[in-house]
């Protein structure tokens, strides 16, 4: 009698040890059917491995709220739709949620803004203006595409050399690890005044103390995430130096989440200033109105 107990417990501890081993290969498969754009059955696999084993929600919920946004038939959908009036395809957001990048429908680089800010921006941007970036990436190349100079700098020594490679020449890229020559980066440059200035780096309250010092008259700052409390002394700061400050909430690439971009200016004759929005030319996709015509 005594061996009864020590079967059953043998025989839980060997279940157990299967169910685990199920669920590990469930999940393993759900990642490389991902990988290989098969969202359908990848979805199909996160669901099945959640079942087993609830905890691993916690190690992919993201990927697998992915797949299973991505497991939609979308070409069909599209076809429903008038062309390039389907926005979730013709932005590029689901190309951006399957490469986990901040890219377009053409895959080139857009920034980690919300799509409101982006399409604000790249319509108020002259081709000769100039940019400096507190934080370096994908913006800096979209950027680069359509200013005349752009200057950035970053803290990361890896993420440093990996963007490095891929910049043009009409851009300059600073590393500064500690916190002093980071934000003072900005004042070592070979120009005055810049005509945009945007803050999306690390230290961003104490970037905002000194972006408006180094901003043309008709300039804009732009400040990522800013709905972060972490941030409202930034904010706050730029509002008390008499910035009009318009805040952009939206989805934004390569997640399903609502951020906010802001941008501030002192000058309200930015407002008028791009092409009607009937002709706008925007890189994360047309509008409805654009596609169906008038």
Request: proline share 4%; glycine share 4%.
């Amino acid at each position: 009698m005594l061996l009864r107990p020590q079967l059953v417990v043998r025989a839980s501890v060997t279940s157990m040890a299967n169910i685990g081993s199920d669920a590990q290969r469930l999940h393993l498969a759900a990642f490389a059917a991902f990988k290989r754009r098969q969202f359908t059955e990848a979805a199909r696999l996160f669901r099945a491995a959640y079942d087993v084993d609830r905890s691993l929600v916690r190690s992919s919920s993201v990927t697998a709220a992915h797949a299973m946004l991505l497991s939609c038939d979308w070409a069909t959908i599209s076809s429903l739709l008038p062309h390039n009036a389907n926005w979730p395809a013709s932005s590029g957001w689901l190309n951006s949620i399957y490469c986990g990048l901040p890219i377009n429908a053409a895959g080139d680089p857009i920034p980690w803004y919300t799509y409101p800010a982006i399409e604000f921006i790249e319509n108020k941007l002259r081709a000769d203006a100039t940019v400096f970036e507190w934080g370096c990436g994908h913006s800096t190349l979209w950027w680069a595409r359509r200013a005349a100079r752009v200057c950035s700098v970053e803290r990361d020594r890896q993420w440093h050399a990996r963007i490095s490679a891929t910049l043009p020449s009409n851009t300059k890229l600073s590393l500064a690890e500690h916190q002093s020559s980071y934000v003072e980066t900005i004042c070592n440059q070979d120009i005055n005044k810049f005509d945009v200035i945007v803050i999306d780096g690390d230290f961003r309250n104490e970037c905002a103390k000194v972006a408006a010092l180094y901003l043309k008259p008709d300039g804009f700052i732009v400040f990522d995430n800013s709905d972060g409390r972490e941030f409202e002394p930034a904010v706050c700061h730029l509002n008390e130096a008499g910035n009009y400050r318009i805040d952009f909430f939206g989805i934004i690439p390569s997640y399903l989440y609502k951020n906010c971009t802001s941008v501030f200016f002192r000058d309200a004759a930015i407002l008028s200033r791009g092409a009607l929005p009937s002709r706008t030319i925007s890189s994360v996709g047309p509008s409805c109105w654009q596609v169906m015509g008038s």
